[in-house]
């Protein structure tokens, strides 16, 4: 099951690490916790006029809940609350719960479409992102 899940561009979505860390002063921040797996994930980000400027993320994770909080963070700058949403049902595309095809760099995931119990992993920082955003 590892090797079918953690494929390359999933690997390399986390290694990138893009986002990742504290932000000094974020204007809003937010923390999701999957009590089935132990992820963590705490999202800080700095709004301007409605939109997100600046984005952290501090992840104690998988390496899927790392990929994606990555992958995230290298959409989410520009992108208001509704913004978010749209690439939300693209991560939920890749691992099957929404109909449709993928956009990158969500088509990665798609690995994690057979593994249910792992789609939360995937949908974790958004959790955390949508909680900061309200």
Known sequence: MTDQLYQDRIVALAKA???????????RSARR??????DRVVIDVKVDNGKIA??????????????SASALASVAVGRNAAGIEKVRLDAER?????????GEPFA???PVRSHKSR????????????EALS
């Open 119 to 130: 789609h939360e992993c995937v949908l974790l920082p958004f959790e955390a992102l949508k």
């Open 17 to 27: 690490k893009t986002g990742a860390g504290k932000l000094a002063s974020p204007t």
């Open 54 to 67: 600046e984005i952290a993320h501090q992840v104690r994770g998988c390496l899927l809940c790392q990929a």
């Open 33 to 38: 916790d999957n009590p089935l797996c132990g």
């Open 108 to 110: 990665a995931f798609a």
């Open 94 to 102: 890749a691992i099957g719960r929404e109909e449709g095809e993928a």
